[in-house]
């Protein structure tokens, strides 16, 4: 059973801006914080941006002041405005529950964001 669905990906020229939305089932969501994560080839795995669930953000200094993460706790949603976009945001994208959670629920299949310079 999918968990987790990314989506919103896609190619734009730096300075652009996306929007990427994760749907997550309910028993992933509720009460927990999420996060955006993201990978870049030959790259780990890393923490872009996280939020509680009564809404609190966090950054990662790569981003700050460029996305925004929301999320709509009635729809089981997760949201990442990306503006400003650079070559260096190029990656896929992920979004899971927030680092500190005992428990991670399977990965879902990402989406492709690509910046262009």
């Known amino acids: ?9 896609g190619w734009v020229q730096a300075g652009g801006s996306l929007r990427l939305s994760c749907a997550a089932e309910r028993s992933v969501f509720r009460f927990n914080a999420m996060a955006w994560y993201r990978q870049a ?16 953000a966090n950054y990662s200094d790569s981003v700050k002041g ?36 005992p428990f991670f629920p399977p990965w879902g299949q990402g989406t492709q964001v690509g910046v262009s310079s």
């Open 1 to 9: 059973q999918v968990q987790l669905v990314e989506s919103g990906g």
């Open 41 to 56: 080839p030959g790259n780990r795995r890393e923490l872009v941006a996280s939020i509680t669930p009564g809404g609190s």
């Open 66 to 101: 460029r996305f925004t993460i929301s999320r709509d706790n009635a729809k089981n949603m997760v949201y990442l405005q990306m503006n400003s976009l650079k070559p260096d945001d190029t990656a896929v994208y992920y979004c899971n529950r927030g680092p500190g959670s």
